[in-house]
């Protein structure tokens, strides 16, 4: 037999390589296709069954691919048998989803055959996506197929590294114009573009939005599987840049991006996790099906963990709106990928990664009856997994493509919780991370500086100061069951301090305005570069007259019932009595001084936001409703 492994490589880039939303979409439903349909058609038409290309059909003909559908599907060993059971088929789909795929098939010929459908497929319908295949010959009877899955995968990194670039394929000449979005090479001319005016386009940029339609209804098909009353924009041309709505000032939008933390690790290693769990103690051929089987089931249950989350972090929209403002690029697997209303990203954020780890910890029938907190424990010692993610908040106008760069650095800083929060499993030596949820951020008030390392060392005056806490911890402190001194790390990183600080900053009087002018804001961000006691001192003579001003007989009768409006300031402080608090470092052990007053002042407009009176959206809605 032969494992084959599908697999696309730069998706983001080939995702965000334009700044039009129409195309950003259409790329991202193109992914989602390589690794789905066109696989589930490519092994019906080379050893599989039949029906695994049968699709229903919209009211233009064209087939419309649901991930339930495709669930249904795989789970089901009617339509996909077990393949060393059935001698009528010749290949079975271990699993199946955006831009990957893992394929058994009886033998070599059918491998090549699939690979060269699928990629051919991405030739004609997706010029410009990097797709590549490979295959390993094993033994059911004699090979670990754990064992082949990590051969397969090293095989496709090796592979993968000679394989020319997809760039090659796209040869400039000077007499050829180029797209008028993507600087390819022009291929038509587009004559209904925004304004009337005839565009430019090149192969890639067409096939892009040919598929939009398909992605905002695949999409809205989820909706309405969750019964949400609201439905998207059709297409939100409010988050393009060709749509006048973007010149309006006040409005900001987010790219958020998340990522599981360790499931790479999890998925090469699941055989080692099944033998702990006591699940390979059949022979060989047992062994393999039995890893076939759980492999499978995990990976849908990640499915549908990713997409429960999304569907419970949409209510930080609210339900005043609706069109809901946020446009899904990448929703399956581990991974999420949206460009939302900057205003509410930070909520949604927060309410997705404690949703996906709550999802993560269901054992019913639609999370294929535990699987994820089954292997979660055996592979993390907890029976959850975790996320990690990173926002970007940016003008309508900033390049998404510089955007999503910076989501995906503030991605990899939130990471750092599964460095800092580890634990040593029973009977084992190398500690393993412990599953915490997190996410960082930033506001990007112009593009003059996008680069992560450098605005975080401009946030450093010495070599033990910094001026920012990010990332912050979204897991309840009761669920992190770590040392001491990783809690001591931890514990200034919770959410719930930037979210009292906001609330501080935000604090009105009963005339509705701030209790902390804007004025002493500004004073407070001024003094941080200049040095903790410089900056700690200007604190307390503001936070003197603070309470000065504020301690009358109404206040003090909200401190009776449980308010704390004589105090909001002191939620600025870290140690007492300052601004700063003294945090060691797990990784080595040195102490830093941090604020998080930086992080609250850049958050405080996007904590308090209410969206259903958010005109550029509501607008944008009513347009396409007119």
């Known amino acids: 037999m032969f494992l084959v492994l599908l697999e696309t490589s730069g998706n983001q880039g080939y995702i965000f390589s334009t700044n039009k939303l129409r195309e950003n979409v259409g790329a991202s439903e193109l992914t989602f296709r390589a690794g789905t349909k066109w696989v589930l058609d490519a092994v019906a038409e080379n050893g599989g069954h039949s029906h695994l290309r049968v699709w229903n059909k919209n009211s233009q003909g064209e087939a419309e691919v649901r991930e339930n559908e495709i669930r249904d599907k795989l789970i089901d060993p009617k339509w996909n048998p077990p393949l060393e059971s059935t001698l009528d088929i010749d290949a079975e789909i271990i699993l199946a989803t955006s831009g990957k795929a893992l394929i058994i098939t009886r033998d070599q010929e059918k491998a090549r055959k699939i690979i060269q459908a699928v990629t051919l497929k991405a030739l004609e319908e997706a010029p410009g996506l990097d797709i590549f295949g490979v295959f390993e010959e094993f033994d059911w009877e004699q090979d670990n197929l754990s064992d082949v899955n990590e051969q397969v995968h090293h095989k496709f990194a090796e592979a993968r590294s000679h394989n020319p670039t997809h760039h090659l394929r796209f040869l400039r000449l000077p007499v050829v114009d180029q797209c008028a979005t993507s600087g390819l090479p022009a291929n038509e001319v587009d004559p209904k573009a925004a304004g009337g005016k005839a565009v430019l386009r090149s192969r890639v940029s067409v096939a892009k939005r040919k598929n939009y339609d398909s992605n905002t209804q695949r999409i809205q098909e989820l909706l309405d599987r969750n019964q949400i009353p609201q439905s998207f924009a059709k297409s939100i041309k409010a988050l393009d840049d060709e749509d006048e709505q973007q010149s309006k000032q006040g409005s900001w939008r987010a790219v958020i991006h998340a990522d599981g933390n360790g499931l790479g690790e999890i998925f090469l290693k699941f055989g080692t996790h099944l033998t702990k769990l006591g699940k390979m103690t059949g022979d060989i051929s047992q062994n393999n099906r039995t890893y076939v089987d759980a492999l499978r089931r995990f990976s849908l249950a990640l499915d549908v963990c990713t997409e429960q989350a999304f569907i419970i972090a949409l209510q930080s929209f609210g339900t005043g709106l609706e069109k809901l403002p946020i446009v899904p690029l990448v929703l399956g697997g581990d991974d999420l990928t949206v460009i939302c209303d900057g205003k509410a990203a930070l909520r949604f954020t927060q309410q997705f990664l404690l949703a996906f780890e709550a999802e993560t910890q269901k054992v019913d029938e639609q999370?294929?009856?535990?699987?994820?907190?089954?292997?979660?424990?055996?592979?993390?010692?907890?029976?959850?997994?975790?996320?990690?993610?990173?926002?970007?908040?940016?003008?309508?106008?900033?390049?998404f493509s510089v955007a999503y760069e910076l989501s995906e650095s503030l991605m990899q800083s939130a990471k750092a919780v599964k460095r800092k929060l580890t634990h040593v499993l029973p009977n084992e030596t190398k500690a393993v991370p412990y599953p915490c949820s997190a996410l960082d951020f930033h506001v990007l008030y112009d593009t003059s500086g996008v680069n992560l390392k450098q605005i975080r060392d401009r946030l450093r005056p010495t070599s033990n100061t910094q001026l920012y806490i990010a990332p912050y911890i979204v897991t309840p402190v009761k669920d992190l069951l770590v040392k001491d001194e990783m809690a001591q790390w931890a514990e200034p990183h919770q959410w719930e301090h930037l979210v009292r600080r906001v609330e501080a900053l935000n604090a009105k009087d009963e005339d509705g305005r701030r209790k902390l002018p804007n004025s002493q804001m500004h004073s407070l961000r001024n003094a941080l570069p200049q040095g903790v006691e410089l900056a700690d001192a200007q604190y307390r003579l503001i936070r003197d007259r603070y309470i000065d001003s504020h301690a009358d007989v109404q206040n003090e009768d909200a401190v009776e019932k449980g308010d704390r409006p004589l105090f909001d300031i002191q939620a600025l402080e870290g140690d007492q009595g300052s601004l700063f608090t003294i945090v060691t470092d797990p990784d080595t052990g040195n102490s830093l001084k941090m604020t998080g007053l930086l992080d609250a002042l850049d958050a405080a407009d996007f904590l308090s936001a209410d969206l259903s009176a958010n005109p550029t959206f509501q607008r944008a809605a009513d347009q396409e409703d007119g």
């Open 367 to 399: 999370h294929y009856d535990g699987i994820l907190p089954e292997i979660a424990k055996a592979a993390l010692g907890v029976n959850r997994l975790s996320s990690c993610a990173g926002v970007a908040i940016i003008k309508p106008h900033f390049p």
